[in-house]
């Protein structure tokens, strides 16, 4: 049976390249750099548009915006000058393929998670219940109880969530390939040596990212989708940088894919 793409076979093939292993290594994780990436570059506002088209497209577009998105890892691990490559249409399903390992793995990530919360939820409620009725309790006091439960779960769930989905989706565009990005003795090793910094990068990272959006409100309201793809952006420079700062602390190189097909749009400018 042939494997889906990023998921193993010819396609997923992922040798370490001696020259992107090589990038600069950082000490610190910038919350700021991370916010100033996706507005550099000569392309960056067009990016910006496109990107927020991509969204719009149900499954394809949002899953080619993860193979965009693990290019552009891919360049800042390998220190190029350009690491945001213009979007463009007619790498549409160039992107799609690779940004299928990304995808699934966050499908994989939040499926525990949403199931937890669920049977919190249900399980709560019908308690909730049998004791309202029980004390003839017929005011909102059953409401707030359950969402009270779901609220705290929520709250300890959440830095879990955000932990275990960077390591995964780290994996994922360094690899491209589903089966490495979930191999749990290495997502294990990822996220237990990254957790303390991930949790101070993303709690600075989602008060910036509140005056990102509240800033795209205030141009016409539609500048808060701009803004929303440009925090999608800022998360894989800010996932970069959590890597970087890994290895600089001796952890163990993710093996990347080795050798990546070019982007087609730029392959044609470069004919």
Known sequence: MQSPP??????????ESPSEQAGARRDDV?????????????????????????????????????????????????????????????????????????????????????????????????IAGIVAGAMRIRGPEVVLVVYGLAGVVMLIASPLMMIAGNAVTTRAELTEDGGKALEF????????RTWGIVLIAWFGFVCMSMLIALAGLLVCFFGVYLAAVAISIARVHLRWQIYEVYLSRGGEPIPLKFPRDPVPSEAARRA
């Open 6 to 15: 990023g998921w193993g076979g010819q396609q997923a093939q992922t040798l």
């Open 185 to 192: 003795g290495k997502l294990w090793s990822y996220a237990s």
């Open 30 to 126: 910038s919350v700021i750099d991370a916010i100033k990436f996706p507005f550099q570059g000569e392309h960056w506002l067009s990016n910006l548009f496109l990107a927020f088209v991509f969204q719009l497209i149900p499954v394809l577009g949002q899953i080619a915006l993860l193979g965009w998105h693990a290019e552009i890892m891919h360049r800042l691990r390998s220190g190029d000058p350009r690491p945001a490559p213009k979007l463009e249409f007619g790498d549409m399903m160039h992107y799609f393929s690779r940004g299928v390992p990304s995808f699934l793995g966050g499908i994989v990530v939040g499926m525990p998670f949403g199931f937890l919360i669920g049977v919190v939820v249900g399980l709560g409620g019908f």
